[in-house]
């Protein structure tokens, strides 16, 4: 038999160059019957095992593993001899560090492997030796001596000593195994190894060991000779079965708290009491009929109690007040789901198809995805580790490869390729556009492909949670972690394959901030409910449709906001098609929906009979859902037909969408439709594949898009007030200080006698800002500072220093600058100057006074500049508000943010970050520029061109410029181009 032995992949964390699909598409061209895996992890044994089952071979697991004993290290390989050694070998495995010798349980269902190399001798005496040895052996029935290929010419010298050592110790008696590593399959691989090896151990040593690619009779030519004690029949791995390790394809947890009554009877109880209760008593036939349909397909299926484990989830939620999206993907498409309170979204009311989320046509658990606060998600999981039990809860991975940025420039690096030219070489190769008679990149691109598909660390998937059932305890392999919850080292991809339970806790902040906002709410109006909430409101509405709101979910994008600049919400529908909208490559038909929806032309009609489902999209196909319908009104599909008929559509696979559209076609003609309109109608759902959007999500997530601007809409004050408070990003602080001012408010400065100690409005429509806004002031110098204000407000700036005696010249400088001491009456340049430029006084003097003298404050074009250092964006010294009177004098000429609202070319007055000028070269090598010009309330990106930039380039020292802005839209996105720069004449 052809044997191919110690296999590393490049799943054991940049120390390979072979992936799985290599390996086994390699070793079935050269006919080989058994391949042996020894990576140091298990993360791909099932994949291994599963494939090489496929292809009739039969593949040995093993683990690459250091043991400590008696204080020395020694490298080892266990193979495990069945089913019971794979256990054996994941108990090894969860040692993600060195084992120390009393880590090892009993071996006797593992091959054990004690390599020898020129190093092993080291710093050992014999007798410690032996002895370790010995404990080893008396572990195993199956013990080899493994001496190392890769160091052939110190193997005689090895096996010299080894040979020695056991002549003396009868004892010690064993055969020999050749131990040669395969790192690569081709030996011109072996220079990209050796970089590949230098990134990862970021080491600058040349190692040019032989990882070659090579079958045992070969590797026995080369020991040939060398001992008598090599056995290169290797027995023991022609015996070697691993029966019924993983023996099912669904493995769902059982139901154990529910006793005297069936997971089925338990599920259909839990439907008809919930139900009854959201739909207030009033169930109608067709809720029934659906509810029936539904708890029949989940209990053909054996799918009970995977609906029943989300429902104690999300009840544990609501139980401990933890925010729950309204749901998520194609289970917002269950009646069950919503009956038992897992989603909030009635299906019904929206269409929603249940065959789209689960029917029998599928053989795997469908997703029932739920969106948790971010706040409180790890409280879900310590429920679900101590309901189950540890050994049950896991998380799983993600297997990461290198940046490839990263990697690419490291390579050129170790090649010394000249700095200036990386980049350049890099985006050829990425882009695809290597010239063939350039031999150079030719040369790094091959070492890059190699280099670049080998993983370099393990993640945790972010939301992927796994419950096991009874049988799979002791059978997956994990990482040891000190969390609660164990990792496993599969990814998603297996975890599906095998069959597992498992559900997405998605963190979602948004959750947070609502549920916070509603909290609120709720101390002022006791009664409020945000699940009640009017879904016509006009406020809401209004809100949405200013275009300007970047902190709602899933609108507030830059495309978000672009779309809806271009056609206003007037439905909740509405939203549901914005995010439907909100994707590349669906241009044409967003034109189609506005020209309808502004009465610019009629909604075309696709067919008669296809009104209704196609009226709220004005008879544009959007969602997945309505090509189902339209499959079973027009070719007379079941609706489950239907759901087989859209997958097949959205895998753009030709020669299946052609023998989908004979059927197709042959159906709606048997069901009364002509030729022609068969063939139109399926000419429009062929044009839809590849944009079709699930509108049970879109639903769902819309439901939180308005109940976020609802609350802002209808409760400003406190939704402004929450987000500040938990926000500590500066480009959105600044935005949501924008918003206000727009909105009429008074931005109060901070202030040392401000007696609050976060945001707060007053009913005057003041708004204050807090302390800890200012940089170096933290919290809990803040309210230190707060609370000796509250006891008796500061006097004047010696009163402060008195009381507060622990600040530095930094933290002095800060409250200066961010007009926290304005209250004391002095200007800025009066106090910077009486603290630190009187050169017989120190902050650091207790009882010592300042001494006040009064100076000429400074310009404003400084007071600007050192409350940007201080905040981080102006606030009250904005660069606009010294120009006002220009403005005012200068009726074709508009601010940044009257500007942009007005939409229009023309004349406008901004500054530009002059740290923040893009500079690149055109087609034909001209200069052109990107430039950010702002007013320090809004700020728009324009193109400036070779004729401008040279008008920049002269008046960049200019505070204000002018710029003559030419505004065009393509595939409705608005551009800016500057066509004239000037200065501002005062």
């Not at 090649?415 to 031999?439: M, R």
């Not at 400084?862 to 508000?881: A, H, M, P, S, V």
Request: proline share 2%.
């Amino acid at each position: 038999m052809k044997k191919i032995l110690n296999v590393v992949t490049s799943n054991s964390m940049s120390s390979s160059l072979i992936s799985l699909d290599e390996l086994l598409v390699k070793a079935k061209t050269d006919n080989i019957n058994i391949i042996s895996l020894i990576d140091d992890n298990l993360s791909s044994f099932f994949t291994f095992l599963t494939k090489t089952n496929e292809l009739n071979m039969r593949g040995v697991i093993g683990l690459s593993k250091r043991i400590e004993i008696s204080g020395y290290l020694y490298d080892l390989i266990f193979y495990a001899l069945d089913d019971e050694g794979i256990k054996q070998l994941i108990e090894i495995n969860v040692h993600k560090r060195d084992l120390i010798f009393e880590d090892l349980g009993s071996l006797s269902h593992l091959a054990v492997i004690f390599t020898f190399s020129k190093n092993s001798f080291k710093n050992s005496s014999d007798s410690l030796f032996i002895s370790n040895l010995s404990g080893i052996i008396s572990k195993s029935k199956i013990f080899y001596y493994g001496v190392i290929l890769s160091e052939l010419l110190y193997v005689e010298n090895v096996l010299f000593e080894l040979e020695d050592l056991i002549a003396r110790n009868s004892a010690l008696e064993s055969n020999f195994f050749p131990v040669h590593l395969i790192k690569y399959l081709d030996s011109n691989e072996i220079e990209a190894y050796s970089i590949l090896e230098k990134i990862s151990l970021n080491t600058n040593n040349n190692s040019y060991n032989d990882y070659n690619y090579i079958e045992l009779s070969n590797l026995e030519k080369l020991f040939l000779g060398k001992s008598t004690k090599f056995d290169f029949n290797l027995d023991f791995l022609n015996k070697i079965t691993y029966k019924n390790f993983y023996n099912s394809k669904l493995f769902l947890p059982d139901i154990f708290w529910i006793k005297d009554i069936s997971v089925e009877e338990y599920l259909k109880n839990l439907c008809y009491v919930g139900l009854n209760k959201r739909l207030n008593g009033k169930i109608s036939d067709k809720y029934l009929e659906r509810l029936e349909s539904e708890l029949e397909i989940i209990h053909t299926m054996g799918f009970d109690s995977y609906f029943i484990i989300v429902y104690d989830i999300v009840l544990y939620c609501a139980k401990n007040n933890i925010p729950v999206g309204p749901g998520r993907g194609s289970a917002v498409s269950s009646l069950v789901a919503f009956s038992i309170g897992i989603i909030a979204v009635d299906p019904l009311e929206y269409d929603l198809l249940f065959e789209r989320f689960l029917n029998t046509s599928r053989t795997e658990l469908p997703d029932i995805d739920i969106d948790i606060a971010d706040n409180r998600r790890k409280e879900v999981i310590d429920y679900l580790v101590l309901k189950y039990g540890e050994e049950k809860c896991y998380e799983i991975s993600v297997f990461k490869k290198k940046d490839s940025k990263e990697i690419f420039s490291k390579i050129c690096l170790e090649k010394k390729v000249l700095p200036s030219k990386i980049n350049s070489i890099y985006n050829s190769i990425s882009n695809n556009v290597v010239d063939a008679y350039d031999k150079e990149t030719i040369y790094l691109k091959n070492i890059f492909d190699k280099i670049k598909k080998s993983t370099s660390e393990v993640a945790n998937h972010p939301a992927g949670i796994v419950i096991l059932n009874d049988f799979f305890v002791g059978k997956v392999p994990y990482f040891n972690k000190a969390s609660k919850i164990r990792q496993m080292e599969y990814d998603k991809e297996i975890v599906e394959k095998i069959g597992f339970l498992k559900i997405d806790l998605l963190s979602n902040n948004f959750l947070t901030k609502i549920n916070r906002i509603s909290e609120e709410v709720k101390k002022v109006h006791p009664d409020f409910q945000l699940s009640k909430i009017d879904l016509q409101d006009d406020k809401t509405l209004s809100l949405i449709n200013e275009a300007t709101n970047s902190d709602i979910f899933q609108i507030g994008t830059s495309q978000g906001l672009e779309l809806l600049k271009r056609f206003k919400i007037s439905r909740f529908l509405d939203i549901v098609i914005l995010i439907s909208f909100e994707r590349p490559g669906i241009t044409a038909n967003i034109n189609d929906f506005i020209a309808v929806k502004e009465n610019i032309r009629k909604a075309r009609v696709l067919h008669p009979k296809l009104n209704d489902c196609l009226r709220g999209t004005y008879g544009i196909i959007l969602f997945q859902e309505q090509i189902m319908q339209i499959a079973k009104i027009v070719a007379n599909y079941t609706l489950k037909e239907a759901d087989i008929f859209r997958r097949a559509i959205s895998k753009k696979n030709s020669s299946l969408i052609e023998k989908e559209k004979d059927k197709f076609i042959e159906r709606a003609f048997n069901n009364g439709f002509n030729l022609e309109e068969a063939t139109r109608i399926f000419g429009e759902i062929e044009e839809f594949q590849g944009y079709g959007f699930n509108k049970s999500h879109a639903v769902a997530y819309s439901m939180i898009v308005y109940e976020q601007a609802f609350l802002k809409a209808n409760y400003f004050e406190i939704y402004i007030s929450v987000t500040l408070e938990n926000s500590s990003n500066g480009v959105e602080i600044n935005n949501i200080l924008k918003e206000i001012r727009k909105r009429g408010y008074n931005i109060v400065k901070p202030s040392v006698n401000n007696l609050n100690f976060s945001y707060y409005f007053d009913d005057k429509h003041n708004f204050y800002l807090p302390l800890f806004l200012i940089k170096d002031i933290s919290k809990e110098i803040a309210k230190e500072i707060v609370d000796e204000a509250n006891i008796r407000k500061f006097q004047n700036l010696n009163d402060f220093k008195d009381r507060i005696q622990r600040l530095t010249e930094v933290q002095y400088k800060s409250l200066i600058h961010g007009s926290a001491f304005d209250t004391f009456s002095y200007n800025h340049r009066t106090l910077i100057k009486s603290l630190f430029e009187n050169s017989h006084y120190s902050i650091s003097y207790v009882g010592m006074k300042v001494v006040i003298n009064n100076e000429e404050e400074y310009l404003f074009t400084d007071l600007r500049k050192y409350e940007y250092q201080t905040f981080g964006f102006n606030i009250f010294y904005r660069g606009i508000d010294s120009y006002s009177d220009f403005l005012k004098n200068s009726p074709n000429v508009l601010d940044v943010s009257s500007f942009i609202k007005r939409g229009l070319s023309g004349r406008v007055l901004g500054f530009i970050d002059k740290n923040k000028i893009k500079k690149i070269k055109t087609k034909t090598g001209e200069d052109m520029a990107f430039l950010t010009i702002s007013d320090d309330s809004e700020f728009f990106e324009a193109v400036c061109f070779r004729e401008s930039l040279i008008s920049l380039e002269e008046l960049i020292a200019e505070d204000a410029l002018i710029f003559d802005i030419r505004i065009s839209t393509y595939q409705g996105k608005i551009s800016y181009t500057v066509e004239k720069i000037g200065r501002v004449k005062k």
